[in-house]
């Protein structure tokens, strides 16, 4: 390619995430945004855009495989954002993420390890801030709801002059949705260096693991991210484990520390899927866990790993397109304020959260970080979607008809 730099370049476009999220942007990026499509295959690349059809005709490839430094440098310094959905990102991830830091390139990514942001944190932070990128890790359902329903939530209680956030729990009230390949592998490699490497553990024990300075984080006690079946007395009904969380509540964590703990220095976050009260919700939050602890306990066990393999998607594979237009989340983020006000957010959407939705997050992500570089928060390095995007995403996702609002809860206090 010759001419001036594209706007975004979406990598692994062939994958099943990457057909999405080039189709919506095909469909809503405003004329004259510059595209191109990045893999390994020129032929599965031109095949893909002879397959979209319409304006992506035009559309250029960019070959570069995962592993080739070089190639990865020529493709970060041809285009002002690249979004990329190879994982997994602990496996093939990493070169792009210092390629894009080298070349003050912007990134995003759908990762859901957080071995590999730390690991991205230490090794190209520091680059990535004197060469103006933004790496911004997370940018789909893992974790935009969470990061920037949590961000809106610090606004609308500071703006109100409520004081900080303390005690914050994000409450998945319904969910419906399909796994593929690509997100069961990553699965499969995190539970796979959980059991054998004690760094690992340790990191899965520790709330901030992701903290920019782990050592002036607060004291508050254990925040176990996967407890199981129980009462909340903030929601005043029965939860079971969200398998989310152990990701989420990290980005979330981190995203605080960045912005100087504008959420508070008592912030305590947590993630569940919410059940309802009486017995009904106790049945239903007690079938949630023990039917995620045998399914964790199955992916790490490996003959019963294998036999898995046999029955669930293959990477590549995904959930069927009725599946995904059928899909839908609706999150509820309750908090209570160090002046003892109540608040909660809303967030939802429809389509499957994991690839309707999220390609239409992360499509939207990658026009912010392109297009609206003048209202971005002024902040370079590895960062989370709200401190490396934040309230501009929010409105992009609402004009794409997804739900964000925040309101106080009359009648509820400390």
């Not at 239903?284 to 998607?313: D, N, Q």
Request: glycine share 14%; charged share 25%.
């Amino acid at each position: 390619m010759t001419g001036d730099r594209l706007d975004i370049v979406v990598y692994g476009a062939t994958g099943f995430v990457g057909k999405l999220t080039a189709a919506h942007l095909s469909d809503h990026a405003p004329e004259g945004v510059r595209i191109g499509l990045g893999g390994r295959s020129r032929q599965r690349l031109e095949e893909l855009r002879n397959r979209l059809g319409g304006r992506a005709l035009d559309w250029p490839v960019l070959v570069a495989d995962s592993h080739d430094a070089r190639a990865l440098g020529e493709l970060a310094e041809q285009t002002r954002v690249v979004a990329t959905t190879v994982g997994p990102y602990a496996r093939y991830g990493m070169p792009l993420v210092e390629a894009c830091a080298r070349g003050g390139t912007h990134y995003a990514d759908l990762t859901g390890e957080p071995g590999f942001v730390r690991e991205s944190i230490d090794r190209h932070d520091a680059r990535a801030r004197q060469s103006g990128a933004r790496i911004v890790h997370s940018a789909g359902f893992d974790s935009i709801p969470s990061d920037l329903g949590v961000l809106m939530l610090h606004e609308a209680v500071s703006a109100a002059g409520d004081g900080e956030l303390e005690e914050t729990v994000l409450a998945v009230t319904g969910l419906r949705g399909g796994l593929s390949g690509g997100t069961l592998e990553s699965m499969r490699e995190q539970l796979a260096d959980v059991a054998k490497d004690a760094d690992a553990r340790r990191r899965l024990n520790d709330p901030y693991s992701l903290s920019p300075q782990r050592d002036k984080e607060p004291d508050l006690g254990r925040q176990p991210d996967l407890a199981p079946a129980h009462r909340d007395q903030l929601l005043g009904q029965w939860v079971a484990p969200f398998m989310m969380a152990p990701t989420n509540t990290r980005v979330v964590r981190r995203s605080n520390a960045l912005l100087d703990w504008a959420y508070g220095r008592r912030f305590r976050y947590r993630e569940v899927m919410a059940t309802g009260p009486g017995p009904l919700g106790f049945a239903k939050a007690a079938g949630i866990t023990a039917g995620l602890a045998a399914f964790a306990g199955g992916m790490a066990f490996g003959p019963t790993r294998g036999a898995l393999g046999l029955l669930l998607p293959k990477p590549g594979e995904g959930p069927s397109e009725h599946t995904r237009a059928n899909g839908y989340f609706r999150i509820e983020i309750h908090t209570r304020t160090s002046t003892g006000k109540r608040y909660v957010g809303h967030v939802a959407a429809k389509g499957d959260p994991g690839y309707a939705a999220t390609a239409v997050m992360f499509g939207e992500a990658a026009l912010c970080l392109a297009l609206d570089t003048d209202t971005l928060p002024p902040r370079a390095g590895v960062l989370t979607p709200a401190t490396g995007i934040g309230i501009p995403l929010v409105q992009r996702l609402r004009d794409q008809g997804l739900d964000f609002a925040v309101g106080s809860e009359p009648g509820k206090s400390a």
